[in-house]
């Protein structure tokens, strides 16, 4: 399982390595900018550059402690709640899984 480094000035992501040796001495800031950056899961699918209205709603949630893991929909835990992609949906999503927000 890989991650990605998230530039939230940037809008952009970079691959890490997958070997934690390596992980463990790559830095947290953007290679780009030099800002502070997040490590995501591999799952996150990064927006285009120029989306700026999909990057909102990353920083939103990224703002609101959900860092693209899996959140369970039902208590059967047979379903995964899908990532919002407008920012009408993230304030709902927010909203309805804060019992879920790992921060």
Known sequence: MG???VCLDCQKAFNLESDFVERAKQSEKCP???QVAIRYLHRFRPPKKSDDKAWEVVRFLYENGFAYHRHITNADRSGYEKYPETMREAREFVER???QNPL
């Open 3 to 5: 991650y990605k480094l």
């Open 97 to 99: 899984m804060k019992f």
């Open 32 to 34: 780009e900018c030099g």
